[in-house]
């Protein structure tokens, strides 16, 4: 079993930055993919943006150059440092994997932390 455990939310003023942990723990598992989503207020779950355990990077067209995922594989975590921040970045943030466990590959998904910009 595999748990996902996000950090780094909080309120902040527009323009403002912040950055979001994920942690993985759990026991012989392998990360292919680990990457960020949000759902904003009213709205469904969208990509932020993904890497690849070599270090590939996506993001949504929308974020690039201001969101910059990153990873860390001794630590099994993945962060997104979020710059110039604005009131429709508002959303709960997910943090999600496809994690290979014990020869299966499952979607694992943390259980969110709140980032609220203020205008």
């Known amino acids: 079993q595999v748990q996902l455990v996000e950090s780094g939310g909080g309120l902040v003023q527009a323009g403002g930055s912040l950055r979001l942990s994920c942690a993985a723990s759990?026991?012989?598992?392998?990360?292919?993919?680990m990457g960020w989503y949000r759902q904003p207020p009213g709205k469904q779950r969208e990509l932020v943006a993904t890497?690849?355990?070599?270090?590939?990077?996506n993001y949504a067209d929308s974020l690039k150059g201001r969101f910059t995922i990153s990873g860390n594989n001794a630590k099994k975590t993945v962060y997104l440092k979020m710059n110039s921040l604005k009131p429709d970045d508002t959303a709960v943030y997910y943090c999600?994997?496809?994690?290979?466990?014990?020869?299966?590959?499952?979607?694992?998904w943390g259980q969110g932390t709140q980032v609220t910009v203020s205008s």
């Open positions: 890497i690849t355990s070599d270090g590939t990077t």
């Open positions: 759990g026991s012989s598992f392998r990360i292919t993919v």
């Open positions: 999600h994997g496809i994690i290979t466990v014990a020869g299966y590959t499952y979607s694992y």
